[in-house]
């Protein structure tokens, strides 16, 4: 039995009550009086819901003011029943699901007493119905079915009949009335008429208890045994499964607001992680060669209008000399630098190969190297060469044939070491290492063309110093070509060496021009794209918020039900999870035709392993951030102010 002695309880300098004194025991009891005399709260401090109060409230004993979080879960899941105006239902859940609710606290739901009690009340026939769907008197029934699976020693009711019709408040009152035979039973009401004789009354006026009509109160001082309520993981998932079915447009929500900002998100990112970027440069590369990254170092050449075709000529003719010696070697570990090879041309090139004589006709220009098409540069410390693949075309063999094959070549090479050009005959027996591509796209006045430079040969250092021997060639400074790694190397080496006095010669314009429209095109749909995936997660976020708020009024159905913070952290970790696992697979399945819109309004191809696990990743990180948001709601939501209590 309730004892409850001297409580007063002040709003705003106000009482609410004052002073009252009162003994509830079991049967049936009525608190009445006009509205704002102070009804619900007492019901709310008898309860526990209200704690901060003058004077003392006990149950059996138990002091009421002092219950801790986990003796009021266990209080609300099996001591204490609570009937309420407008039911406190969740509306999208059947009735069978709203009465199993507080026992999935419990590590056992006694199905046989659902099923009795359900028959009790007469609504055995409405057990798979939405609650949503059902009258009025039909809910407050299904109310109280879930109230007493719970097999509380209490049942508080404020208003139960007050949202009801004269034929569903008589029944209710009925019910409530049969119930009091065995419990304690405490019903708010100002509708005296529902009071029957053999009842104890006790009025309220302005916070004071003014009659008390009491028979000797029924004791009952059952020690409460405070046994533990508990989600399991199991039962956090049944939830959230029901949860899930039940509310299917918020599913639908939560999930997609989960893929889009992963989607964004993954946009955003995939500049670094899968370079999207390259397709202008592919272009660049299959309409010149690769060729259009390298860059040649000579020791002297005649800069324009000195050769007087096509050439400016207002421009001055300059004879440029400069100093490369020792160069080729630092750039043989440059890591922006695929390939170095010296630009050594010969003439009246003669082959011999397996016992086969093969004559190269001589085109008079500089060695060209479009693409290796078998083996690797000669830049080993063997004596190796790298031989065009219209030779390898003569020999009849296919180009990895080639590699290893031993050749014996002679040439002619020009010794301009006098000032005048002396043709020397060189010789040497080589290993082939490697097959080049020797075409050579240039485009002149708009028209391109395309040509093979036949007797570009290349050869290791080792190699061409004993040829240069033979010529009587003197110093090491030997034209060299270098292939840059990628368009922005290119530039930075160039740049390099002109600080150095060393002018290169290449296409650097044409690159130049592309890396700029590349670095301004990327840093524009990067920033663009990073203000859309912020939105994005605002979006989520906000989605996660808005359907928490919306929710308010359930977790607080949960939270007098007997579920602490923790219990429902649990399960709303489950929906998340459920919806972020959704979202991902969709994200996978549907990854086609979401890379068809990620590559039409971003340019980013997300069809690759790394991105699309990233996406994945980004999903989960998603939810895992919305779930935090609805967390942040649901703890911070008060029972007792999301639920409209008595007639207030
Ligand atoms: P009843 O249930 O009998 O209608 P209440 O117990 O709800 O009355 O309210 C008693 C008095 O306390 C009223 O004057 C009401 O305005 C005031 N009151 C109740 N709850 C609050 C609150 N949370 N904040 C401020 N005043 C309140
Ligand atoms: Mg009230």
Request: with cysteine; net charge positive.
């Amino acid at each position: 039995m309730f004892e409850i002695k001297n409580i007063s309880k002040k709003y705003n300098d106000d009482y609410a009550l004052n002073s009252v004194t009162l003994e509830i025991g079991k049967g049936l009891n009525f608190i009445i009086g006009a509205s704002g005399s102070g009804k619900t709260t007492l019901l709310k401090i008898i309860s526990g819901m209200e704690q901060e109060f003058d004077g003392q409230v006990s149950y059996n004993n138990k002091d009421i003011k002092t219950l801790t979080n986990s003796e009021k879960s266990y209080f609300y899941n099996s001591v204490f029943g609570f009937v309420w105006q407008d039911f406190n239902l969740i509306e999208d859940l059947t009735v069978l699901e709203n009465i199993k609710l507080p026992q999935y606290l419990k590590d056992t739901q006694n199905q046989r007493e659902i099923v009795k009690i359900m028959k009790d009340l007469k609504i055995s026939e409405l057990i798979n119905q939405k609650v949503k769907n059902l009258s009025g008197g039909q809910k407050q029934r299904v109310a109280i079915a879930r109230e007493l699976v719970k097999n509380p020693d209490v049942i508080i009711a404020d208003e139960p009949t007050s949202a009801l019709d004269e034929k569903s408040s008589k029944v209710t009152m009925d019910i409530l009335r049969e119930i009091a035979k065995v419990k304690t039973v405490i019903i708010v009401t100002h509708d005296t008429s529902l009071i029957g004789t053999n009842s104890n009354v006790f009025e309220l006026d302005k916070g004071e208890l003014i009659t008390k009509h009491q028979s000797e109160p029924i004791k009952t001082t059952k020690e409460q045994a405070s046994l533990k309520c508990r989600l399991s993981l199991k039962n956090a998932y049944s939830i959230a499964i029901t949860n899930t079915k039940r509310k299917i447009g918020k599913f639908i929500i939560t999930a997609s607001s989960l893929l889009i900002a992963a989607t964004l998100l993954l946009v955003s990112v995939s500049g670094t992680i899968g370079d999207s970027s390259t397709k202008m440069f592919d272009t660049l590369f299959s309409t010149y060669g690769d060729g259009i990254l390298d860059i040649n170092i000579v020791g002297s050449f005649t800069s324009a209008g000195g050769t007087g075709t096509g050439g400016n000529k207002d421009e001055p003719k300059a004879d440029v000399k400069q100093n490369i010696g020792g160069m080729y070697n630092k750039f043989l570990n440059d890591d922006r630098v695929s390939h170095a090879v010296f630009l050594q041309a010969f003439s009246n090139i003669k082959i011999t190969a397996e016992g086969k004589e093969y004559k190269i006709q001589t085109s008079n220009s500089v060695p060209v190297v479009n693409k290796l098409t078998a083996g690797k540069m000669p830049m080993g410390s063997g004596n190796e060469v790298v031989v065009p693949k219209s030779f390898i075309e003569k020999m009849n063999i296919t180009d990895k044939q080639a590699i290893g094959k031993t050749i014996s070549f002679k040439g002619e090479v020009y010794n301009w070491d006098s000032g005048q050009p002396i043709i020397m005959p060189v010789t040497t027996d080589v290993t082939i290492v490697g097959v080049v591509d020797t075409t050579v796209i240039s485009e002149y006045e708009g028209k391109k063309s395309e040509y093979s430079v036949d007797d570009s040969f290349f050869f290791s250092k080792s190699a061409l110093d004993k040829m240069r021997a033979q010529g009587n060639m003197s110093g090491d400074k030997i034209n060299f070509s270098i292939r840059a790694k990628t368009p922005a190397d290119m530039i930075a080496i160039k740049d390099e060496l002109n600080a150095k006095g060393i002018v290169p010669l290449g296409r650097f314009e044409l690159v130049e021009d592309m890396v700029r429209l590349n670095t301004q095109t990327t840093a524009q749909s990067g920033s663009a794209t990073t203000l859309i995936s912020v939105l994005s997660v605002i979006l989520a976020i906000a989605v996660a918020l808005i359907t928490a708020i919306m929710r308010k009024r359930e977790y607080a159905i949960y939270k007098v039900s007997g579920f602490n913070n923790k219990n429902i952290n649990l399960f709303s970790f489950a929906e998340f999870n459920i919806a972020a696992i959704t979202a991902a697979v969709l994200f996978l399945v549907a990854s086609p035709l979401i890379n068809k819109g990620t590559t039409a309004f971003f340019h980013a191809d997300i069809l690759n392993g790394k991105l699309l696990i990233t996406g994945i990743l980004l999903v989960v990180a998603m939810g895992v951030v919305s779930y935090l948001a609805e967390l942040i709601v649901a703890v911070k939501t008060n029972a007792v102010t999301a639920l409209k209590t008595g007639d207030r």
